[in-house]
């Protein structure tokens, strides 16, 4: 039976995280003097101006999907290429970001009632289990937006660090990009799934840690 209140919950949570992701994108290029995210109307936390209505359907469909990718022209930056991995990083720094502020409020409605324990003996808490899902998948998006393969933000990492790994990749992009496609939704083809489940729970409670320490 399809569960309403979980494919809401889901949608919310993506169009928020993928549209500020792309903002991000979107307003570092426009601080390094780039007018291109603003002369196409990205500049805008809007979600609406950063979903790609096929790419976010095909979440629920098939479980992957794409959000609208914000055009830059790296030519206005001062310094092209470090520009260029501020540009690709504020997605992921963002997604992590948004990841803390879910688990802040997650720490401090705990501090503040004893819903906590509650949520933990009741997994299906509307309101913990929004913010626990939206932490995740923060974390989630964050992870896998840095795997260094085109056209993620990763592989602007890969470019930076080594230049000739970085036109060996693009060279044969279309095959790489072919054989990441068919281990994400390929039947029973868990890698890349696995992969980022066990980071992001790794990610999640070092982030727990280390804010409940700090906030509790």
């Known amino acids: ?11 919310i949570i993506l169009a928020v995280s ?30 609406l101006k950063h979903i790609d209505p096929i790419g976010f359907l095909m979440i629920f469909l098939i479980h992957f999907g794409w959000g609208k990718p914000v055009q830059i022209n790296p030519m206005y930056y001062k310094k092209p290429h470090l520009g260029e991995l501020m540009v690709a990083l504020a997605g992921p720094a ?25 949520a933990i003996l009741n997994p299906t808490d509307i309101y913990f289990s929004f913010w626990l899902s939206f932490s995740f998948i923060n974390i989630g998006l964050a992870v896998f937006n ?23 990749v693009e060279k044969y992009t ?31 409670n070092v982030l727990f840690m280390i804010l409940w320490q700090v906030f509790y």
């Open 1 to 11: 039976m399809i569960d309403i209140i979980q494919i809401l919950q889901l949608a």
């Open 18 to 47: 993928i549209g500020l992701h792309e903002y991000a994108h979107a307003y570092v290029s426009h601080r390094l003097w780039d007018p291109t995210p603003k002369l196409q109307w990205r500049l805008t936390p809007n979600p």
């Open 94 to 118: 963002t997604n992590l970001l948004l990841a803390v502020f879910g688990i802040l409020l997650l720490i401090i409605s705990s501090k503040i009632s004893w819903l906590w324990l509650q």
């Open 146 to 168: 840095l795997l260094p393969i085109p056209p993620l933000d990763g592989f602007r990492l890969v470019k930076m660090i080594s230049w000739e790994v970085g036109e060996f």
């Open 174 to 204: 279309m095959y790489i990009s072919i054989f990441f496609l068919i281990l994400i939704i390929w039947p029973g083809s868990g890698i890349i799934w696995n992969f980022l489940s066990t980071v992001s729970v790794a990610i999640f």
